[in-house]
T-cell receptor
Framework: GQSLEQPSEVTAVEGAIVQINCTYQTSGFYGLSWYQQHDGGAPTFLSYNALDGLEETGRFSSFLSRSDSYGYLLLQELQMKDSASYFCAVQFADKLIFGTGTRLQVFP | DTEVTQTPKHLVMGMTNKKSLKCEQHMGHRAMYWYKQKAKKPPELMFVYSYEKLSINESVPSRFSPECPNSSLLNLHLHALQPEDSALYLC????????????FGPGTRLTVT
């Protein structure tokens, strides 16, 4: 089966840089997505890696290494509003399978 | 318009009730999804519709019955649910072939008593 593991919680201070890791035991997927979900809110799409390497979108960057079965989301210049849950997800054709999720808490 | 709407926002139902959840999008997306999410857990895929046809059923119990009346609407009919079915039910849509970038609605918080 597919399994994507993430740390359950990460804490950081405003202005810092934080990396959220996603390790997986699956193969044959099209790419790796990242989603943000605030408490009581809907998941929102952040980024997608179809190929190995780094994708940068503003303060957020995402990385994928298929050979290492590993990806990460890098958040720079952290803001209080970045406090949320973050999910990696692998795409198989018509569907996404989500990782276990990481709760990020940003402190002043 | 990049919004997916869901109604109702909250629903409380008994185990013998029949109810329906509704989802609507006007982005021209031809792929639509139903997810179930328990507290502090990731969204769990239930169904995928592609061009109004059911393409994936993730072994969901028959007490959940999806329907896609047209390209903008997705329903989830509920019947004889169990208390463990209490969860947040999320609808999402995407362009066909771009399942990696889904747009989610705010969800329906369902409580089964």
């Amino acid at each position: 089966g597919q399994s994507l593991e993430q740390p359950s919680e990460v804490t950081a201070v405003e202005g810092a840089i934080v990396q959220i890791n996603c390790t997986y035991q699956t193969s044959g997927f099209y790419g790796l997505s990242w989603y943000q979900q605030h408490d009581g809110g809907a998941p929102t799409f952040l980024s997608y890696n179809a190929l190995d390497g780094l994708e940068e979108t503003g303060r957020f960057s995402s990385f994928l290494s298929r050979s290492d079965s590993y990806g990460y989301l890098l958040l720079q210049e952290l803001q209080m509003k970045d406090s949320a849950s973050y999910f990696c997800a692998v795409q198989f054709a018509d569907k996404l399978i989500f990782g276990t999720g990481t709760r990020l808490q940003v402190f002043p | 318009d990049t919004e997916v709407t869901q109604t109702p926002k909250h629903l409380v139902m008994g185990m013998t009730n029949k109810k329906s959840l509704k989802c609507e999008q006007h982005m021209g997306h031809r792929a639509m999804y139903w997810y179930k999410q328990k507290a502090k857990k990731p969204p769990e895929l239930m169904f995928v519709y592609s061009y109004e046809k059911l393409s994936i059923n993730e072994s969901v119990p028959s007490r959940f019955s999806p329907e896609c009346p047209n390209s903008s609407l997705l329903n989830l009919h509920l019947h004889a649910l169990q208390p463990e079915d209490s969860a947040l039910y999320l609808c999402a849509s995407s362009q066909s072939g771009r399942a990696y970038e889904q747009y989610f609605g705010p969800g329906t918080r369902l409580t089964v008593t």
